[in-house]
């Protein structure tokens, strides 16, 4: 009997979708947060580990900025195999370059950097409008997915390359066969009806050709139309492609305007104060060796990025079971976060590396909640017409900030560095 009601709940179609999500989340993040934790070793104690950030997000961030606009106009299944084989081949090039102390240029590791990145933007801004045909439950496992990415990318890096001692190009290059999973979740994990059915009912309601009035409809019309953001059912809405493009792009820009403060400001913040911390302070925050649990100073950065990954894990798997529908507080308190550590960066007030390893996981727990309710509140509140749109445009802000914090952490960190030095503190130096 016990057998029989499991076996009946894994093949259910409401836990293929949770593990398909799930999995989506886990293996599009992964590499961008393995990425990350291998930032010191990428390019080296003398770069600013901003230098990473940006090769790993600005592509990302132009992706979302511009997909949403177009990427309707290809399917899915053609989507997940051009972003699992971007991610491959930019594992691949970072993990067979050789590194930068046997001669290898930093230049080739951050261009397969840059292609994980187009790879794990575009595959964001997909599956987030994928949870539009597959509704709350997926988003809720697409989350948690994506909170389990941070916490086996920097958990599995640390524990290879700090406890197990594993070569860095090793580490790297195992993870470039992750993407597989991808596509097997995709194919044959997914349910494929709900995608089916919408399509099916799209290509039953769009007109096979433009009707007879269409070239002298009135400008009253057309704005008429761009009102209902080109409602498939509407008569008349296939046009002339060239127009029907221009209203269509126009409708969406309208989109996103609305979207700005209720959604996507929260969603800059939090991220601006959280990668700001992560790439510009936390590498700065160090203490003597004598006190902590490490041996050596490079083990503080992977590990204060591992605890991170844990409380973002832990709040992205909130959703069914508790909600924040004010995002901004949360975001503020991210703030008042990059206020503190910033400040004992500087002041060296913290007495001990054990509270700081508590903020961290308190900055993890604040990114997270505002991350996943965001895309919460969307489903919940954003007209089921614009929907899908919202939910991938949204996402361009968790992007947008880590790039202005990108910029923000490449001068604090050298800022903060040669302060501490300055004043006999000169461990930054010693990593």
């Given at each position: 009997?016990?057998?029989?009601?499991?076996?009946?709940?894994?093949?259910?179609?409401?836990?293929?979708?949770?593990?398909?999500?799930?999995?989506?989340?886990?293996?599009?993040?992964v590499?961008?947060?393995?990425?990350?934790?291998?930032?010191?070793?990428?390019?080296?104690?003398?770069?600013?580990?901003?230098?990473?950030?940006?090769?790993?997000?600005?592509?990302?961030?132009?992706?979302?900025?511009?997909?949403?606009?177009?990427?309707?106009?290809?399917?899915?299944?053609?989507?997940?195999?051009?972003?699992?084989?971007?991610?491959?081949?930019?594992?691949?090039?970072?993990?067979?370059?050789?590194?930068?102390?046997?001669?290898?240029?930093?230049?080739?590791?951050?261009?397969?950097?840059?292609?994980?990145?187009?790879?794990?933007?575009?595959?964001?801004?997909?599956?987030?409008?994928?949870?539009?045909?597959?509704?709350?439950?997926?988003?809720?496992?697409?989350?948690s997915g994506?909170?389990?990415?941070?916490?086996?990318?920097?958990?599995?890096?640390?524990?290879?390359?700090?406890?197990?001692?594993?070569?860095?190009?090793?580490?790297?290059?195992?993870?470039?066969?992750?993407?597989?999973?991808?596509?097997?979740?995709?194919?044959?994990?997914?349910?494929?009806?709900?995608?089916?059915?919408?399509?099916?009912?799209?290509?039953?309601?769009?007109?096979?050709?433009?009707?007879?009035?269409?070239?002298?409809?009135s400008?009253?019309?057309?704005?008429?139309?761009d009102?209902?953001?080109?409602?498939?059912?509407?008569?008349?809405?296939?046009?002339?492609?060239?127009?029907?493009?221009?209203?269509?792009?126009?409708?969406?820009?309208?989109?996103?305007?609305?979207?700005?403060?209720?959604y996507?400001?929260?969603?800059?913040?939090?991220?601006?104060?959280?990668?700001?911390?992560?790439?510009?302070?936390?590498?700065?925050?160090?203490?003597?060796?004598?006190?902590?649990?490490?041996?050596?100073?490079?083990?503080?950065?992977p590990?204060?990025?591992?605890?991170y990954?844990?409380?973002?894990?832990?709040?992205?798997?909130?959703?069914?079971?508790?909600?924040?529908?004010?995002?901004?507080?949360?975001?503020?308190?991210?703030?008042?976060?990059?206020?503190?550590?910033?400040?004992?960066?500087?002041?060296?007030?913290?007495?001990?590396?054990?509270?700081?390893?508590?903020?961290?996981?308190?900055?993890?727990?604040?990114?997270?909640?505002?991350?996943?309710?965001?895309?919460?509140?969307?489903?919940?509140?954003?007209?089921?017409?614009?929907?899908?749109?919202?939910?991938?445009?949204?996402?361009?802000?968790?992007s947008?900030?880590?790039?202005?914090?990108?910029?923000?952490?490449?001068?604090?960190?050298?800022?903060?560095?040669?302060?501490?030095?300055?004043?006999?503190?000169?461990?930054?130096?010693?990593?």
């Open positions: 009997m016990f057998k029989a009601r499991l076996q009946a709940i894994i093949g259910s179609a409401e836990a293929r979708v949770c593990v398909a999500f799930w999995l989506f989340g886990l293996i599009n993040n590499l961008y947060v393995i990425i990350l934790s291998a930032a010191l070793d990428l390019v080296g104690p003398s770069v600013p580990k901003g230098v990473v950030l940006l090769a790993d997000v600005i592509p990302s961030f132009f992706t979302k900025l511009c997909a949403p606009y177009f990427i309707q106009a290809v399917p899915y299944r053609l989507r997940v195999l051009a972003f699992c084989a971007l991610s491959t081949v930019g594992m691949l090039l970072i993990a067979l370059t050789p590194a930068y102390t046997d001669g290898g240029t930093i230049s080739t590791k951050m261009a397969g950097v840059i292609l994980a990145s187009l790879s794990s933007g575009g595959g964001e801004l997909s599956f987030l409008g994928l949870t539009h045909f597959y509704g709350p439950l997926s988003l809720a496992a697409w989350g994506t909170g389990a990415a941070g916490l086996v990318g920097a958990g599995a890096y640390a524990l290879a390359t700090t406890a197990l001692r594993m070569p860095v190009q090793t580490a790297l290059l195992a993870s470039s066969f992750l993407p597989i999973f991808m596509i097997v979740s995709f194919f044959a994990i997914l349910p494929q009806g709900p995608m089916r059915r919408v399509s099916s009912i799209e290509s039953v309601l769009e007109p096979d050709a433009p009707g007879e009035g269409d070239e002298t409809q400008v009253d019309r057309e704005q008429d139309e009102a209902g953001l080109l409602n498939p059912t509407r008569k008349g809405g296939a046009g002339r492609a060239s127009s029907s493009w221009i209203a269509r792009f126009r409708a969406n820009l309208r989109r996103a305007s609305n979207l700005f403060f209720p996507m400001l929260p969603l800059l913040l939090v991220y601006i104060a959280e990668y700001t911390i992560n790439q510009g302070v936390a590498p700065t925050l160090l203490f003597s060796l004598a006190g902590t649990p490490f041996r050596h100073f490079r083990a503080f950065y590990t204060y990025n591992a605890i990954q844990v409380g973002v894990f832990i709040s992205r798997s909130s959703t069914p079971f508790f909600r924040v529908h004010s995002l901004y507080l949360p975001s503020l308190l991210q703030v008042v976060n990059l206020l503190l550590l910033t400040m004992h960066a500087i002041f060296d007030f913290v007495p001990s590396v054990y509270i700081i390893f508590v903020i961290i996981f308190w900055e993890g727990l604040l990114g997270g909640l505002v991350y996943v309710n965001t895309f919460a509140e969307i489903l919940d509140k954003v007209p089921e017409d614009d929907r899908e749109f919202s939910l991938g445009a949204t996402s361009v802000s968790d947008g900030g880590i790039c202005i914090a990108g910029f923000l952490s490449m001068a604090l960190e050298v800022a903060l560095c040669a302060f501490q030095v300055d004043h006999g503190r000169p461990y930054c130096k010693k990593l």
